[in-house]
């Protein structure tokens, strides 16, 4: 783990030093013409002195770069790890979330917005350290510890300290994100992470450049890169927008490339979208589009495709693979119904659900959404 900031060494939570600064950021180098450029994600954003990429967090001070938001949150809270959405990852668990603000896409539909595109990160943060973050985790009896809300990729060096402390104290790991990432970091960042939901927004690049500023290519890359060079545990969410990614060519092209490229057993969610941002003019996801979807992917072999941001009973459902069995029954982020063992096998048929379960789960952590105030001494 690379040094903590001064905080964990006796300093007020609030060090001025610590939340003006931040800390040093990794993946940069300097350019000939007196720029140094930023190698974390894509954007390759080349920067003169004092000038922040793209993301907002990651900004040029003297002769290098520094991640002004290590130390610093949007806030903390207890949340179910179906929320991330994680529908096989310790089914019923609670997750410590947190994330910063800022973000590397520019996303016109962005459901968090006030968060990925605050630029006055001081009146948004709470400030705590890495051990902080994963002492109040272990005291709320939270399973792992998800860095969501903006992405984590920008914040990648708060991130993977964060983890160390995490596993340090048994604690495990999840990141939602958008996968837009470089190689070299992406090897890194995920091999730190238990479980990743990433979002795949699209599967066209015209999507991608006209609706959120980048490309589709890295995101796939990312994809294939946890699926099969990582121990990470993945899972797909797709936010369906009317008339921009849900047409039934895009979404058979979407899924046949998961099924082939990914394998049947990455869970793969279509999430309703609702206006916001700079899309209030478009209507919400109609509950037929999502069910159209799974259908879609289910037909294209995935074994388990879910639709969120809606009542679905179906699509709240784990059937079993092999003998359709109801394994586990959802409402929303309700555990209603629960019969696989620690190994994740049916009672009916003995398949295997791929994913990480724990054994005897009732009703699980439920909806509850519970604020975690980290002072200055100890989480409380």
Known sequence: MRPIPAEDEGLPASDPLMLENGAPARWWHKLPDGRIQCDLCPRDCKLHEGQPGMCFVRQRIGNEMRLITYGRSSGFCIDPIEKKPL??????????????????????????????????????????SPCQIA??????????????????????EYALDTADACHALGLKTVAVTAGYVHAEPRREFFAKMDAANVD???FTDEFYQQQTGSHLAPVLETLLHIQHRSSCWLEITTLLIPGLNDSTPELEALT???????????????????????????????????????????DKGLRYVYTGNLHDADGDTTFCPGCQAKLIERDWYDLLHYELDAEGKCPHCGSRIAGHFAPQVERGFGRRR?????GRGQPT
């Open 87 to 128: 529908n096989h990852f310790f089914p019923g668990s609670s997750v410590f979330s947190f994330g910063t603000a800022g973000c590397n896409l520019a996303c016109k539909f962005c459901q968090n917005w006030d968060i990925s595109k605050s630029q006055e990160m001081d009146r948004l943060m709470a400030a705590a």
């Open 135 to 156: 002492e109040a985790a272990s005291k709320r009896e939270a399973l792992s510890v998800a860095f969501t809300y903006n992405d984590p990729i920008i914040f990648a």
């Open 200 to 202: 795949l927004k699209a």
């Open 256 to 298: 046949a490339w998961v099924a082939k490229e990914l394998g049947p057993d990455v869970p793969l969610h279509f999430s309703a979208f609702h206006p916001d941002y700079k899309m209030s003019g478009i209507a919400t996801t109609p509950a037929a589009t999502l069910r159209r979807a799974r259908r879609i992917g289910l």
């Open 370 to 374: 519970i604020p975690v105030h980290i």
